[in-house]
Each structure stands twice: as structure tokens, then as C-alpha cells.
């Protein structure tokens, strides 16, 4: 299989084990679709194929994650859901940001631009322990 059918099938796969995820209710179904979206268009120029090989091997145990999220409400739920949590108060926050249009001071303005910081590093941690690939 080329690895454009190849990453087609992983995104089509992912598609539906993120819908399952949320148990399709509606704004988590669009934000676990933006992850997923973000995810592709990330590495869609890399050709090396052992970039690509680690890349699909990720995908398979993201989406085995997801299917389990499905199918019971334990951690991996949990997970899921603090991602589209997070997802829509980042998208909030770029939208609106708090120091928008308001004078601070410089130690609140960094409180406010290292907010994300311990939330990525988790995220890359688990990603790293595990072998997934969420955002």
C-alpha cells in the first residue's frame, strides 16, 4: 500500500475512533476533529520512512486509545475529554486573549504566556510513555 492510501486509511480510522470517543456529542466531535486535522497537516510533507513508520506506529496505538475511550469511561476518557477541554479553551483564548486590549503587568503577562506550558509537557510526556500521538 503507498503511504498516501496508507495515511489516508489512518486518518479515515482516526476520524471515526475520535468520533466514537466523545460518544459523538457535538463540540467535542469538533474539536477532536481540529486535533486530528492538526496532526495530519503537521507531517504531511515529511517523506523520511522512518519518521513515517514511527508516525503510523503511533497512530495505530492512538487510535486502539480511542476505541478504548469509547468503550468504557475510564483514564483514556478522561484524557479525551481534558483534550477537548483544552482545545476549546485554546481556541477561546486566540479568539479573545486576556491581556487583549489591557495594560498588565510584566509578571502577569508571562503568567499568561507560559500558561500552556505544564498542559504541553504532559501531553508529551504521555505521548512519549505510551506511544500516541495526541495534541
Given amino acids: ?3 498516501n492510501k496508507k495515511a489516508l486509511s489512518l486518518f479515515r480510522r482516526l476520524w471515526r475512533a475520535g468520533d466514537s470517543s466523545v ?3 457535538k463540540p467535542a466531535v469538533y474539536y477532536i476533529r481540529q486535533r486530528i486535522r ?7 510533507n515529511v ?4 519518521i513515517l513508520n514511527d508516525l503510523f506506529e503511533r497512530c495505530e496505538n492512538t ?9 468504557r469511561k475510564g483514564f483514556e476518557h478522561k484524557v479525551v475529554y481534558v483534550l477537548c477541554e483544552m482545545t476549546y ?5 486566540k479568539k479573545w486573549p486576556p491581556h487583549y486590549n489591557k495594560r498588565m503587568s510584566l509578571e502577569l503577562y ?8 505544564d498542559y504541553n ?15
Fill in 23 to 25: 460518544l459523538c456529542s
Fill in 89 to 93: 479553551i485554546q481556541n477561546k483564548y
Fill in 121 to 135: 509537557l504532559t501531553v508529551m510526556m504521555m505521548n512519549d510513555s505510551l506511544k500516541l500521538c495526541l495534541r
Fill in 1 to 3: 500500500m503507498s503511504p
Fill in 110 to 117: 508571562n503568567s499568561h504566556a507560559h500558561s500552556y506550558d
Fill in 38 to 44: 492538526e496532526g495530519f497537516d503537521e507531517y504531511k
Fill in 47 to 50: 517523506r523520511n520512512e522512518i
Fill in 63 to 71: 487510535i486502539k486509545f480511542l476505541e478504548t475511550a469509547a468503550i
